[in-house]
């Protein structure tokens, strides 16, 4: 059973940067792709970014685009988010999620627990 933890959040001020981390245990994450997903107070959870168990294709929504970076270190078993001029609105708990095919927002086999990003002045 592949089990995910994130770590790496926290409180950031607007233009900040941050890198989370998704550790995985229980199995090697090299079979699966990986998505990070975020869910602000009172919205629903969005699929932010997503690369595949390769690492040779990524995916970002628009409003990420060019500030934050997928990458994956298959020996070291994670994934991480770099994510750059932060802005209020990244503020979130962001999750981390595996699944057995090709990169998508949906479908998603393991879940990790969320980490809080706050990004405020």
């Known amino acids: 059973q592949l089990q995910l933890v994130e770590s790496g959040g926290g409180a950031v001020q607007p233009g900040g940067s941050l890198r989370l981390s998704c550790a995985a245990s229980?199995?090697?994450?090299?079979?699966?792709?990986i998505g990070w997903f975020r869910q602000a107070p009172g919205k629903e959870r969005e699929g932010v970014s997503c690369?595949?168990?390769?690492?040779?294709?990524?995916i970002y929504i628009d409003s990420v685009k060019g500030r934050f970076t997928i990458s994956r270190d298959n020996a070291e078993n994670t994934v991480y988010l770099q994510m750059n001029s932060l802005k209020p609105e990244d503020t979130a708990v962001y999750y981390c999620?595996?699944?057995?095919?090709?990169?998508?927002?949906?479908?998603?086999?393991?879940w990790g627990k969320g980490i809080l990003v706050t990004v405020s002045s």
């Open positions: 690369i595949s168990s390769s690492g040779a294709s990524t």
């Open positions: 229980g199995s090697t994450l090299d079979h699966y792709a």
């Open positions: 999620a595996a699944r057995v095919f090709g990169c998508a927002y949906y479908g998603m086999t393991f």
